[in-house]
Nanobody, 126 residues
């Protein structure tokens, strides 16, 4: 599967932004999907995931209540709605996909075995 992210940009603290990820290929609905982010010089960080079969979402504590992950299987598209953005949300955001049927351990398996997009930069000014 090939992934192309879009929608990043420069926003102010408190603003909202939605980033998208379009996946190529078939059987998109069977893929577990997720978002990770990374700042240069730091480890990549899990942001959110959504399982393929049940659509169960999971979030990191740092974004829970502010970010929402969703998917449109008819459009082969994954979204991340980001509200109440903070300067510490500034990072390169990566979309990840993995053909994975379980609802458990989604983020770990995405990180270790998933296919990654090229990323979209989100910058939040204070």
């Amino acid at each position: 599967v090939q992934l192309v992210e879009s929608g990043g940009g420069l926003v102010q603290a408190g603003d909202s932004l939605r980033i998208s990820c379009v996946a190529s290929g078939r059987s998109f609905s069977k893929y577990a999907m997720g978002w990770f982010r990374q700042i240069p010089g730091k480890e990549r960080e899990f942001v959110a995931s959504i399982s393929g079969v049940s659509g169960i979402a999971d979030y990191s504590e740092s974004v829970k209540g502010r970010f929402t992950i969703s998917r449109d299987n008819a459009k082969n598209t994954l979204y991340l709605q980001m509200n109440s953005l903070k300067p510490e949300d500034t990072a390169m955001y990566y979309c990840v996909a993995l053909l994975y049927y379980a609802d458990q351990d989604v983020s770990v398996n995405l990180a270790d075995f998933g296919s990654w997009g090229q990323g979209t930069q989100v910058t939040v000014s204070s």
